[in-house]
């Protein structure tokens, strides 16, 4: 099992353009918990779960920002070594946006 702690640069597709999201985790016993950083506020994360798949290492959460927007995401990425990708979504009537990223040395 891999850690996801680090400091990651994030870049989550919207439609209004990338943006770019720097997200620092912890890991304490298997317990994760974590922030996202942007230009205009940093937010905690919620809900905060990992677990293995045959993928690699797959960790959901959920976190409300209110810049540009009042919004409350739902992200669900798979991690490998340094690297991350999959998705967030606002509302099941929106499409996904597709989340990617990369772990700092």
């Known amino acids: 099992m891999s850690s996801i702690a680090g400091t990651w640069d994030v870049t989550v597709k919207s439609p209004v353009g990338d943006l770019a999201v720097v997200y620092i985790f912890t890991d304490?016993?298997?317990?994760?918990?974590?922030?996202?950083?942007?230009?205009?506020?940093?937010?905690?994360?919620?809900?905060?779960?990992?677990?293995?798949?045959?993928?690699g290492r797959r960790l959901t959460w959920k976190q409300s920002v209110t810049k540009p927007a009042k919004l409350n995401l739902e992200f669900d990425v798979t991690f490998v070594g340094d690297t991350l990708s999959g998705h967030s979504k606002v509302s099941r009537l929106l499409p996904k946006i597709g989340v990617t990223g990369s772990r700092r040395a």
């Open 28 to 55: 304490s016993a298997g317990t994760v918990a974590g922030t996202a950083s942007s230009e205009a506020e940093t937010v905690p994360l919620a809900n905060v779960v990992s677990k293995d798949t045959a993928e």
